[in-house]
C-alpha cells in the first residue's frame, strides 16, 4: 500500500509559479515511479510529468515542456512539481500518483495504482 499526499496549491497570478509536493509512505514505495497528473474543469484528466521507472528520466506533455520541472527529495519520499511561467490554462487541480515501476506507460493513467486527493491550482490574470 502507498499513501500520497498533495500540498502547496493554490491562487497565483499569470506568470506566476508554483510548486507542489507529494508526500509518498509505504513499506512498497521503492517500487513504483511517481508522475504528475492534472484535471481542469470539465475536461479529461491529462499527464502532466513523470519519471521513467529507473528514476533517471524525466517525461513532460508538450505544453508545460520548458516550464515545469519534476524532481524529488534525496530520500526519495517527496516528489515535487516545479511550475513557473503559469499560464491560465494550467488552472486544474493537480494530482501526484504511483505506478509500478516495471510499467513503462508514464502517461497513462491507468498505470497508475495509487493517487493522491488532488491540490487546486488556479492561474488568475
Known amino acids: 500500500q502507498v499513501q500520497l499526499q498533495e500540498s502547496g496549491g493554490g491562487l497565483v497570478q499569470a506568470g506566476g509559479s508554483l510548486r507542489l509536493s507529494c508526500a509518498a509512505s509505504g513499506r512498497t514505495f521503492s517500487s513504483y515511479a511517481m508522475g504528475w497528473f492534472r484535471q481542469a474543469p470539465g475536461k479529461e484528466r491529462e499527464f502532466v510529468a513523470a519519471f521513467s521507472r529507473g528514476g533517471g528520466i524525466t517525461y513532460y506533455t508538450d505544453s508545460v515542456k520548458g516550464r515545469f520541472t519534476i524532481s524529488r527529495s534525496n530520500t526519495k519520499d517527496t516528489v515535487y512539481l516545479q511550475m513557473n511561467s503559469l499560464k491560465l490554462e494550467d488552472t486544474a487541480v493537480y494530482y501526484c500518483?504511483?505506478?509500478?515501476?516495471?510499467?513503462?506507460?508514464?502517461?497513462?493513467?491507468?498505470?497508475?495504482?495509487?493517487w493522491g486527493q488532488g491540490t487546486q491550482v488556479t492561474v488568475s490574470s
Open positions: 500518483a504511483a505506478r509500478p515501476v516495471k510499467n513503462i506507460l508514464y502517461g497513462l493513467g491507468s498505470s497508475y495504482d495509487y
